[in-house]
Every structure is written in C-alpha cells, then in structure tokens.
C-alpha cells in the first residue's frame, strides 16, 4: 500500500472549498495548523526523497522520515564532549521493516554535525544509550519492561502500536485514511528533559500531557 500525500494539500496552501466553510476564531486556527501540518509533512517527505517518490512513499519510508527528522525538532539535554563528537544513535527494538528503512535514509547523513546510525536490539539489552527508540508491535508484551527500563533516561520513545501513549510511551504514529500521523505526549518527553519543537507539536494529529488533551 503507498502513502500519498493529500491531493487538495499538495501546494502547501488550503482549497477554497476548506476555507469557506471555516467561520470564526477557533476555525481559523484550526485552518493555520492544518496548513503547518500539511507543510512540514510534505517538507518532510521531500527533503529525503523527492517529488515523485515523496507521493508514493511506503508507510514505513513515511515513519522513517519522520523518526530521522525528530532528532532536528527536539532539544536534547546538553552532551558532554564525548557524546558531541559520537553518533545520533536510532534504536529499533524487534521485528520492523523500518530498520531497513532508518539504514538507507540516514546513510552518509550528518544532523548538527554528527553522523546518524541505526541499531537494532532485544527487549533485553540496554537501551539507554539511543537517542530515539522505535519500540515494534512485536514487543508489545515487553513494552513494560522495556519502558521501566528507560526511566529516567533521555531516550525519546516511539511507536506505531496502539495505546502507546497510554502505556507512558512519548510518541505514537496513527494511520489514517493512507497518512502516517503522530500523537505526541509532552509530560513523558518533559519528564526525559527533552524540549519539542511547536513546530513538530504543530504537525502532530493530537497533543497530551500524560495522557489528557492539551490545548
């Protein structure tokens, strides 16, 4: 199944046919952010691969993009020197053709002057020392495990199984209608001292503090 970007988004501007039937204040944010998000979205997919490939880009070349790309939207604890001149390290716990993908895409690839590497691990290892943790469907059962593990550490997690957040988990990537979309929980980031852009707050379908909506 391809992920293609929305049609009536393409341009990075709303039809005319969205924005007449939008009235009022609240209305019109909620324009503004769909603008954003559609924006970064396309951006995202654009920057790695292309025009033609961005709109037929597979649902795990989507979520690739985006794992890579939350490492420029966040804030990161300041690094000692030893861990400024290491690599930005993206883990992948269990079975995921989004490892295969993380490998191509961040291939000869450098983010604030550190070269990227993807590793992929057991439900057992020690994971603390990812920056980003794609924790697969598979683990599921681990999740627990796995999460008790991170506490008090820095590592942003992220998954595509449900009720991700719910579990304590940091981001979550939702399918619908053929787009890959994140929900993004700021009490487990702020907790790991990591800082989210409002940029990529704006680009996420829903946005919680522990687990309750945040306006």
Known sequence: MKFSLPSKWNDGHPTSEQTSVEHGVGAGQRVLRSV???????SFLLLHFGNCEAQSATEY???AAYLFNFIRFVEWPEASTAEAQSKWTIGVVGNSPI???LSKLVESKNILGRELQVKTFQATDNLRGCNILFISESEKKHLPGILAGLRGSSVMTVADMEHFIDAGGMVQFVVEDARVRISIDVG???RARL?????LLALARNVTDDGSAKN
Do not use: D, Y
Not at 195 to 199: A, D, I, N, T
């Open 188 to 190: 487990a980031t702020g």
């Open 99 to 101: 490892a295969e993908e």
């Open 36 to 42: 954003l998000a559609a924006f970064m979205a396309i």
């Open 195 to 199: 800082k989210v852009s409002s940029k």
């Open 61 to 63: 070349q989507v979520k």
